[in-house]
């Protein structure tokens, strides 16, 4: 444990006994508190939990977060919020939507539960260390501490956290504590610069969200060809594309974007136009940003890409038009 992680022989062990201004020292078991019992809430309760941290109380108003709490924190006090922040003596966990994290962060500095030296952490990707400055103000320690997965709320989602990248924003003398607890959640820590936190969650929403709908568009239009079991289909082509992008970047690219062939874009054009006209726009902005990228990484030729370009561009006049 590093040193500055280590309370003063016959000190107090909390965070709240931190005077204003100070280094917070904390103790190797933090007493912790969850606000907002979703998905990525519960988990990381209960993920803190089996890392031996002590998670006192957890507030959820919804059937659904109940329901979480009870499976995920059984051992666990539901409880207000205000109550939650208050019993949370060392480590608040704030995992809202994040619309909502600024109001949540400014209505429990006003209401003066908060302490210095407790550490108020979020869970938001988009947002850094302002939506905590509220908190700051009232002296407690601001820390952004981003999962990049994606939960389902069931204790499953614990056997996917070993390895999981965060996104961490803290102050200096924050990062070893937030070091230490993404390391207690078997991650790993991503340092990203306040100014970057929505390219960076730009980033993985791009990635794993539009990677659903994507599928999705893919299934269907093979149900659309009369395929009965799209998954099947698309799984072992699926999974090794993404293998491949992930081990080889640009250079994974097949298809006959990459090879310039305009006349089979022209006719999975033509048909999408005549089967399912909302999926045309779609293909052509990712078919045009793959061949961008083919002609980049020198996969593609820009003498063999005029003809598709061609096609692309007059397609997309026409949906204009």
């Known amino acids: 444990m590093s040193a500055s992680l280590r309370p003063r022989p016959g000190a107090p062990t909390g965070a709240a006994a931190v005077p204003p201004g100070s280094v917070p020292l904390f103790p190797r078991h933090l007493t912790v508190g969850v606000i907002g019992a979703g998905r990525v809430g519960a988990v990381l309760g209960a993920a803190f939990t089996a890392a031996g941290h002590r998670v006192v109380a957890a507030a959820g108003v919804s059937t659904a977060s109940t329901a979480r709490i009870a499976r995920l924190l059984p051992e666990v006090p539901r409880r207000p919020v205000l109550a939650t922040a208050r019993a949370a003596t060392d480590l608040l966990l704030v995992a809202v939507p994040d619309d909502a994290l600024t109001a949540v962060v400014t209505g429990l500095a006003e209401s003066g539960v908060l302490r210095p030296g407790q550490v108020v952490a979020h869970t938001s990707g988009a947002h850094g260390l302002g939506a905590l400055a509220p908190a700051a103000e009232v002296g407690a320690q601001p820390l952004a501490l981003h999962p990049a997965m994606t939960f389902t709320g069931t204790p499953d989602d614990l056997d996917r956290l070993p390895g999981v990248s965060y996104g961490v924003t803290a102050p200096p003398e924050l ?8 390391a207690d959640l078997g991650g790993v820590p991503e340092w990203i610069a306040e ?13 794993a969200n539009h990677l659903v709908t994507l599928v999705n568009e893919a299934a269907d239009r093979l149900r659309d060809a009369g395929v009965d079991e799209p998954a099947r289909v698309l799984g072992p082509l699926l999974r090794a594309a993404l293998e491949n992008a992930l081990r080889l970047g640009d250079d994974a690219l097949t298809g006959p974007v990459s090879r310039g062939d305009a006349g089979t874009v022209a006719r999975h054009l033509e048909r ?8 045309v726009g779609a293909y052509l902005a990712l078919a045009r940003r793959t061949a961008d990228r083919a002609i980049a990484a020198g996969r593609l030729r820009p003498v063999d890409a ?12 026409e949906a204009v038009a």
């Open 306 to 317: 005029e003809s598709l370009l061609g096609v692309l561009a007059g397609v997309r006049r």
């Open 195 to 207: 100014p970057d936190r929505p390219l960076y969650h730009a980033a993985l929403a791009h990635g």
């Open 272 to 279: 999408l136009a005549a089967t399912a006209p909302d999926s």
């Open 175 to 182: 990062r070893a504590l937030a070091a230490r607890l993404v």
